[in-house]
């Protein structure tokens, strides 16, 4: 089974901190995203890597950055939090190709910022 | 751009009634469809795809869903529903093989009563 883990699934920080997100995927992905979910919005992609050191823009990435490092890992990085960045984080992995198998969720981080 | 509706935010049923959940999206070339599942406190699971072939999909836990190419929907069906089944239902679309670029509705909370 593909699994993807979240490092927190509760988080609370203040104002102006910057905040690490961690996801980490067992199953050799190349695609990993970062999605946040708001009550009526829905999932929105915030940034999309489709292998090491790359990245893609999704459609709310403002306030937001990135990091892979290596294959397993992506991290979503809030430089100055906002009260506007309290939300539910999820992390996403799948395999790159067509009609390859769907995209793997990670349970989740609840970010409050105070 | 792509767009997805669900009309319904919340649908309230008795257990082992019937439910129907909806999901139209905006008309494109080619969509490939999904239902995803949010259990409370977990990530998303996918319930079931529509890429080609047949319209009548069926997927886990005895869901299934219709592509309706005139109607643009892609509603979401169980004849008898659990307790179990309580959660958020999200339906999506991508627009493209590779499944790198989701599309999802607002969501819907499907509540089973007893």
């Known amino acids: 089974d593909v699994k993807v883990t979240q490092s927190s699934r509760y988080l609370v920080k203040r104002t102006g901190e910057k905040v690490f997100l961690e996801c980490v995927q067992d199953m050799d992905h190349e695609n990993m995203f970062w999605y946040r979910q708001d009550p009526g919005l829905g999932l929105r992609l915030i940034y999309f890597?489709?292998?090491?050191?790359?990245?893609e823009k999704g459609d709310i990435p403002e306030g937001y950055s990135v990091s892979r490092e290596k294959k397993e890992r992506f991290s979503l990085i809030l430089e100055s939090a906002s009260t506007n960045q309290t939300s539910m984080y999820l992390c996403?992995?799948?395999?790159?190709?067509?009609?390859?198998?769907?995209?793997?969720f990670g349970p989740g981080t609840r970010l409050t910022v105070l | 751009a792509q767009s997805v509706t669900q009309l319904d935010s919340q649908v309230p049923v008795f257990e082992e009634a019937p439910v129907e959940l909806r999901c139209n999206y905006s008309?494109?070339?080619?969509?490939?469809l999904f239902w995803y599942v949010q259990y409370p406190n977990q990530g998303l699971q996918l319930l079931l795809k529509?890429?080609?072939?047949?319209?009548l999909v069926k997927g886990i836990n005895g869901f299934e869903a219709e592509f309706n190419k005139s109607q643009t929907s892609f509603h979401l069906r169980k004849p008898s529903v659990h307790i179990s089944d309580t959660a958020e239902y999200f339906c999506a679309v991508s627009r493209n093989l590779n499944f790198n670029k989701f599309y999802f509705g607002s969501g819907t909370k499907l509540n089973v009563k007893p």
């Open positions: 996403a992995s799948k395999r790159e190709g067509l009609r390859t198998d769907t995209q793997y």
């Open positions: 890597s489709y292998d090491v050191k790359m990245k």
């Open positions: 529509y890429l080609s072939g047949s319209t």
């Open positions: 008309s494109s070339v080619s969509v490939y």
